[in-house]
């Protein structure tokens, strides 16, 4: 008796898609401030870039926020020197916070020009951030970053 093997091709399961891994991003202080002005009247997209981004991770969740506890200190410093509510301020906050990546920072290095700008710098680097959107790029030295540094209206795009 003869036995013939039929010739069985097996299909290999279709590739899965790959996950498009969310970018990790550092939000500069007067991007943050800029936003929050833009959702004073209705939101439209496309006329302030800095609500446009911040928009977008709200809804969308479309990046990684990372953050530090002196990021969160500035933010809620500068938001009540420009007279912000404390109540908005406690829900900007609190949601930044819940929905944020917090960067442990072991010793603090000079990066940025602006001292100011120092805390975020590090947590670009130590939080490897692939972007620290800003509004000052003089302030952050791309040469010196491994994040890209760009404006709300580059990063939206």
Not at 66 to 76: A, F, R, S
Not at 87 to 110: A, F, M, Q, Y
Not at 112 to 131: H, I, L, M, Q, T
Request: proline share 8%.
């Amino acid at each position: 008796m003869l036995i013939v093997e039929r010739d069985v091709r097996r299909r290999s399961p279709s590739p899965q898609r790959a996950r498009k891994r969310k970018p990790r991003v550092v939000v500069d202080t007067n991007v943050l401030v800029a936003g929050i002005s833009g959702f004073r009247g209705p939101f439209v997209p496309g006329r302030n870039p800095s609500a446009d981004a911040l928009h977008r991770w709200a809804e969308k969740n479309n990046f990684i926020w990372l953050v530090t506890e002196d990021i969160l200190d500035e933010y809620k410093e500068v938001l009540k020197r420009l007279r912000v509510r404390p109540s908005l301020i406690g829900k900007v906050v609190n949601l930044i916070r819940e929905r944020t990546e917090e960067v442990k920072l072991g010793s603090s290095i000079e990066i940025s020009p602006d001292p100011s700008d120092d805390p975020f710098c590090v947590c670009a680097e130590r939080g490897k951030a692939d972007f620290v959107v800003t509004l000052n790029p003089k302030d952050f030295p791309q040469e010196r970053l491994a994040a890209k540094v760009a404006l709300p209206s580059a990063f939206v795009k």
